[in-house]
């Protein structure tokens, strides 16, 4: 795969610049970076500049065409030198006096970016950059220069302000303004094009530009046509030949884009990059959001026909036309932004998409999509996963590719490879807190190259909880599941501690391994917080990672790519030793149970009966399941302590078959109040299925306020909502509904052993659902309350009895009407729970991604699931697009419009939306009818 860059040059420089400390030095600096060709002159010598070499007062950097430099001088402050240029630094002292210290320094020729230090901070007078035509003076902290083409100078800042000034006078800039200086003896003239840099709003003070002339009476204002300034491009174009296709890269920052009819038709950087439709190529553009003046402005769009160039001096070809030419142009996140981001995890789902270009026509980016970034200071790191859909021969087949993403400042770099094909890309984070990422990206598969692009939204953000934790996790691996544990975890979690998307341990000074999220989260159950001497939280990852790092947690040396895993993490209780008697725990809370052979298991029940009179807690543990289409079990065996509140049990299958399980676990609150504990287990029959799990249990006397895994306490719960896809009906020809839909409206009476049954108040009759709980879970409480779940079988009365066997529902109370005027903006929700697919020739399946976003101002929702069957031989997934919230009954519902015939119906639940849920049934001729329900939250309370 071919692929060229200067997007890393560009911006790793301005990432650098805010990563060391500051240092003191005797001379004047050092050259903290270099690349290309770089040299100093000092005197009459002339000798390359190497990284770490010290510069002094009368030395002058010069740069070649593809040269790069960085000097952090003595006082902190920074010069990033651009290509072809010379920067003399004239006077330097550093005294730590405002009355001795002196930053003189001369841009002979090129470009230069500023980052002020102490010097100019101690005194601003002491602080002067002259060029050929002026002299800029600082009042703030960084600015930008810049020798034009035609001889003028452009001055541009970045953060407070500037003063630049010529033989007619001076002009003041503030923050986000820039200028144009015509000669050394004209006022510089204002420009209405923002700076490049990332700054806050445009502002121009008329008072202070509006009566200014030139010598020749003409107005120092400049009325330049309209264009969008400040923004990072990346692109993937495609060369095509008989039978194949090559794909390349190219990125670069810091420039402008100019749009026509609403499509980005040209861009052009600082270093002269460019990027343009070519004459007779169409523009489309697929997705458009936010603005300059708001710094989140990001456009995703194709040229059928479209040309790439580098600056002048490089030794690439001049132009390379591609057809097509796919890109995304934003305004990238500021790197101070980006270093307050440090510890916290971002999880991002795709927003929309080009087309995936191949030489036998267009591909798909499939909406599961998904980034997880991790931000450090001055480096970013995580995992990447693409599902897409690429022809070949006339037919198409899938492919998932899973891999890393990482980058410095504000460039990524993503590789990503599955069965079959393989992909590597550039991007960028967008917006003041880097809220979207745009991505471009190549790839080979059996039909040669391909290429496309996408912008990715956040739907969470998770962070670093104070403290360290245990932590214990059951991972199913290919035919075998893994079981580790670990003490002094640093846990990356959502508020309150739940929704844990990492965590990790030291091995020794500078060495770490753990875990972390690389495909759908799933939070069962949170007990306590972070902090208190209560915390246990136990959850699903639909896929995950195992890491080994050095030096940080991000600098990955090792990976290991893992299916399901259930985790659990927690606070260990610390007085364990002092603790006396017997208590006896049961079931609070359990994961599903994940197999090798595909399916899926359920924790029934669990009890565990301890001992601490011993000082090493001693019992036994007892547990219940159901292993699929391996039927019932019974678990026994000894618990044993290991020290530090931990414990070990060693359990044999006493009925229903052979096998046994280990688990491991610990004890969390001041008195031992709860225990969590992860397991994995085999099953012996005609060949060994292994299985895992988690649960947390809880002890004499503790009230707990829910209990996920067999529903709610019984009561009427008064306004609920229930809708419900049954998986033994057509979708188009069902009945009571041509959708195939029940909905119950009323008070819902709840059973205590999960399945929703009862009398509805509303108009629909009566509803019971009688049959086993196949799974069942529930989340938050009163108002916001929402659950999901799938009973094996039930029945319905409105006016005569309708079958609800396999039937998946949601339920909760609806959004008030009047509260949706309150709503505004587009929010992407988060699932939390879920059934599994049930398929109606396959049977049980995998739900491998969902998605759910509302547009309240436009008032219509999109959403996607896809699934999973047959150890994913067999997948079906389907999007519908823009379909009515209808604010009286807080429903959306639409058929498909991408993928497999299908359709989704579904509320918002919650005073204000907080949460929200659907049933879906889609169908296809190999998988038959597909049903199954999917429960979200707000990434913040709405």
Known sequence: MKHQSRLNRSVLM???????????????????????????????????????????????????????????????????????????????????????????????????????????????????????????????????????????????????????????????????????????????????????????????????AGNQTNSDGTSSIIEGPRVLTGLTFVGAGLLTYEGGADGYL??????????????????????????????????????????????????????????????????????????????????????????????????????????????????????????????????????????????????????????????????????ASGEGASAEGYGFPIGPDGSKIGLSYVGSYIGGGFSGAGVFGRT????????????????????????????????????????VSKFYFPDGPSYYWGFENTGVRQNVATVGSPGSGTYLSLGMWSSSRYFEAEGSPTNYDYTSDYDKSAYIVGTPTLNISSLSGEATYSLYAATPIHMTNGETGTLNSASMTVNFSSGDPSGTLNMGVTLGSLGSHSLSGSVYGTGNATFYAGLSITSGGEGGADAYGFFSGDNAEYAGFTYRGYHYGSEYTYFGGGAILYGDGVDPEYTPVIGIDSGTYGGLRTLAFGGDFNI?????????????????TVAGSGGYGGVSAGTNGSYNFNGSVAQSGSHGEGDNFIGW???????????????????????????????????SGTVSYTPVGWTNPVSSVAGEGQLTGATLTADFTGLTASASVNTSFNGGANTLAMTANNMPISTASAMFSGTATLGAAGRISGMFVGD???????????????????????AFQAPSPQ
């Open 789 to 823: 779940g799938k009973w094996s079988s039930g029945s319905a009365y409105t006016g005569s009895s309708y079958s609800l066997d396999n039937a998946h529902y949601i339920t909760g109370k609806p959004t008030p009407s009047d509260h949706f005027s309150s709503l």
């Open 250 to 415: 190219y990125g670069s920052s810091d420039g402008a884009g100019v749009t026509e009819g609403g499509n980005l038709t040209s861009y052009t950087s600082v270093y002269n990059d460019q990027a343009a439709l070519s004459a007779g190529g169409t523009a489309t553009t697929y997705y458009t959001s936010g603005s300059l003046a708001t710094r989140d402005y990001v456009t995703l769009g194709s040229w059928s026909a479209g040309t790439w160039s580098y600056g002048e001096g490089m030794s690439l070809a001049a132009e390379t036309t591609y057809t097509p030419l796919a890109f995304v142009a934003g305004v990238p996140t500021p790197n101070e932004s980006l270093a307050a981001l440090n510890g916290m995890v971002g999880e991002y789902s795709l927003v929309a998409s080009t087309p995936i270009f191949t030489a036998h026509g267009n591909g798909t980016l499939e909406s599961s999509s998904h980034i997880s970034l991790q931000f450090g200071t001055g480096y970013s790191e995580g995992s990447i996963h693409l599902d897409m859909t690429l022809p070949y021969q006339g037919s198409s087949s899938s492919y998932n590719l899973n891999g890393y993403i990482y980058g410095y400042g504000s460039t990524l770099n993503a590789y």
């Open 732 to 748: 188009t020809g069902g009945t009571p509904f041509t959708s195939g839909e029940y909905v119950f409206d009323g008070d819902h």
């Open 14 to 208: 301005l990432a650098l610049a805010a990563a060391y400390p500051v240092l003191g030095y005797s001379a004047a600096g050092t050259a903290q970076f270099t690349s290309g060709d770089v040299s100093v002159r000092r005197g009459a010598a002339t000798q390359p500049l190497a990284k770490g070499s010290t510069l002094e007062s009368g030395d002058a950097i010069i740069t070649g065409a593809r040269g790069l430099a960085q000097v952090k001088f003595s006082d902190g402050g920074s010069v990033s030198i651009q290509p072809n240029s010379q920067f003399d630094i004239t006077r330097y002292a550093d005294k730590n006096d405002a009355k001795e210290d002196s930053f003189l320094v001369n841009l002979a020729r090129g470009s230069m970016r500023a980052i002020t230090g102490l010097i100019g901070k101690r005194n601003t007078a002491n602080y002067k950059v002259t060029t050929s035509t002026a002299t800029v003076g600082i009042r703030g902290s960084s600015f930008k220069l810049s020798y034009n083409a035609d001889g003028t100078l452009s001055v541009a800042t970045e953060q407070d302000a500037i003063e630049v000034c010529t033989a007619a006078g001076c002009v003041g800039l503030t923050a986000g303004e820039a200028a144009i200086v015509p000669n050394a003896t004209d006022l510089p003239r204002r420009s209405n094009v923002v700076s490049s840099y990332q700054t806050d709003q445009f502002r121009q003070n008329p008072e202070v």
């Open 912 to 934: 204000y939306a907080s949460k929200a849920g659907f049933v879906y049934q889609m169908q296809d001729g190999t998988l038959g009818r597909v049903s199954g329900s999917v």
């Open 460 to 499: 969470s953000m998770t962070q670093a909880l104070p403290g360290s934790y245990y932590a214990s996790i059951s991972s199913l691996d290919g035919g075998y599941v893994s079981l580790y544990d670990g003490e002094g975890a640093t846990v990356i979690a959502g508020a309150g501690g739940s929704d």
